[in-house]
Nanobody
Framework: RVQLVESGGGSVQAGGSLRLSCAVSRYAIINYDMGWFRQAPGKEREGVAVAYSGGGNTSYADPVKGRFSISRDNAKNTLYLQMNSLKPEETAGYYC??????????????????WGQGTQVTVSS
């Protein structure tokens, strides 16, 4: 079974940057759609970005376009999320996820078969 471990979360002031990593074991990430999600207390989990399997195509949620960048290093089997110009309202747990099928839209958590444990991002004003 694929395993995902996030790292790189922390506390940052508004306008700052963080880079999240998601190390994947047991399966090659090139074969999966790899997504980043976030969930704040009392809110639903929302899709942030996805890197599609096989090639370099990506998609982003509108609120993060132009500020966040998703990438993958297939040799290291690791997914990244570079987050710039962070806002306090983006304080949340951030999760990476892997999907082998495309039964739902990329931002729908139901699409994904495996999840990491999450890493906390706190943005102060």
């Amino acid at each position: 079974r694929v395993q995902l471990v996030e790292s790189g979360g922390g506390s940052v002031q508004a306008g700052g940057s963080l880079r999240l990593s998601c190390a994947v074991s047991r399966y090659a990430i090139i074969n999966y759609d790899m997504g980043w999600f976030r969930q704040a207390p009392g809110k639903e989990r929302e899709g942030v970005a996805v890197a599609y399997s096989g090639g370099g195509n990506t998609s982003y949620a509108d609120p993060v376009k132009g500020r966040f960048s998703i990438s993958r290093d297939n040799a290291k089997n690791t997914l990244y999320l570079q987050m710039n110009s962070l806002k306090p309202e983006e304080t949340a747990g951030y999760y990476c996820a892997a999907a082998i099928l495309r039964l739902y839209d990329w931002y729908d958590p139901r699409r994904y078969n495996a999840w990491g444990q999450g890493t906390q991002v706190t943005v102060s004003s």
